[in-house]
C-alpha cells in the first residue's frame, strides 16, 4: 500500500484501488450517528402514532395512538368553512337572483361558489368560464360572454334557463322549399340581411324570427342579422340548418339543454348561484 494510504494509523477494509485508493474503516462521525439514531426513534413515534398498517385477520387497520384520521381532518375543516359560508347560505334560501345582485357582498360571494358550480355542471357544453365548445356542427353549446341571448340575458331569463333547461324547435324546409328558395334564404341570412329576400316573409320565417330577423326572445328563435351563429355559420352550414331544422328528428340539428330542476341534481341555492354567476359574464 503506498504513503496515500497513511491516514494517521487509520485503519482501511483492505480494498485498494488502481494503488491510489483505499477504503477505510474509521466509524462515522459521532453527530451523524447521532442523527440517524434520532430519525429511527423518530420513525417509530410516527408508525405508532398515525394509522399505519393493516390487519388481516379482522379486515381493520391500525388506527394509531393518537386517533387521527385524514377523513376526521376533512370534516372538521368543512365545519369551518360551513360555519363561514352559513351566514350567507342562510339568505340565499328566500332572495331571488336579481335580490342577490341588489346585494354586493352576497354577489361576491354568490359568484365565488357559482364558479366552482359551473365548472361541474355547465363547462362540458358551455366550456371554460362560458366561452363556447365547438364541434363540426358548429358550438355544442351557445357562448355565456357576448350577451348574445336566444331566450333572454336578464337575470331572471337565466336563472329560467337553467331551472327549466331549453328545447327550441326550428321546423326543417327540405320538403316545402326548393334548392334554389334554400339557397336564396341562406345566401341573404349569412350576409345578416335575411329580410332582404321576399322569401323570409313569404316562407313564414317571420313567425319565429320576426318580422326584422331580429329573433323573439320567448321562442328561442335566432337573430338572424347580428352576425352570432349557433351552428355552422358557413354558406352550407346556413342551408343544411334551413333544410334540416333543430330538434326536428333525425338528421336535424342538436340542441338540448338539460332541466337541472327535473335531474334534482342542483338545490334552489346552487342554481341562483350559477344564474348570478353566468349573468356575471357579459356585464
Request: proline share 4%.
Amino acid at each position: 500500500m503506498s504513503d496515500k494510504h497513511d491516514a494517521g494509523g487509520v485503519p482501511t477494509t483492505g480494498h485498494v484501488w488502481d494503488d491510489d485508493l483505499a477504503d477505510f474503516a474509521n466509524q462515522p462521525p459521532k453527530w451523524w450517528m447521532l442523527g440517524l439514531t434520532a430519525s429511527a426513534i423518530w420513525c417509530v413515534v410516527y408508525f405508532l402514532y398515525y394509522p399505519s398498517f393493516g390487519l388481516s385477520s379482522t379486515q381493520t387497520f391500525f388506527k394509531g395512538l393518537a386517533g387521527w384520521t385524514a377523513i376526521g381532518e376533512m370534516n372538521a375543516d368543512t365545519s369551518v368553512v360551513d360555519e363561514v359560508r352559513g351566514k350567507y347560505e342562510a339568505k340565499l334560501k328566500d332572495m331571488t337572483p336579481a335580490a342577490i345582485l341588489a346585494d354586493s357582498e352576497l354577489t361576491e360571494y354568490v359568484t365565488r361558489s357559482g364558479k366552482v358550480l359551473f365548472g361541474d355542471n355547465c363547462a362540458a357544453c358551455h366550456g371554460t368560464n362560458g366561452v363556447g365548445a365547438a364541434d363540426k356542427q358548429g358550438f355544442i353549446a351557445p357562448i355565456l360572454r357576448d350577451d348574445d341571448w336566444l331566450y333572454g340575458g336578464n337575470i331572471e331569463d337565466i336563472h329560467t334557463s337553467i331551472m327549466g333547461g331549453r328545447q327550441g324547435v326550428m321546423t326543417p324546409h327540405k320538403d316545402v322549399l326548393s334548392a334554389a328558395e334554400i339557397d336564396t334564404l341562406a345566401n341573404a341570412v349569412a350576409a345578416g340581411t335575411p329580410t332582404s329576400t321576399p322569401l323570409f316573409a313569404e316562407k313564414g320565417c317571420t313567425v319565429c324570427h320576426g318580422a326584422d330577423g331580429k329573433g323573439l326572445a320567448a321562442m328561442g328563435s335566432a337573430n338572424l342579422t347580428d352576425s352570432v351563429w349557433r351552428f355552422e355559420s358557413s354558406l352550407e352550414g346556413i342551408k343544411y340548418t334551413i333544410a334540416n331544422g333543430v330538434n326536428a328528428g333525425p338528421g336535424s340539428r342538436d340542441a338540448v339543454m338539460p332541466s337541472f330542476q327535473a335531474a334534482g341534481k342542483l338545490s334552489d341555492a346552487e342554481m341562483k348561484k350559477l344564474a348570478v354567476y353566468v349573468y356575471k359574464f357579459g356585464k
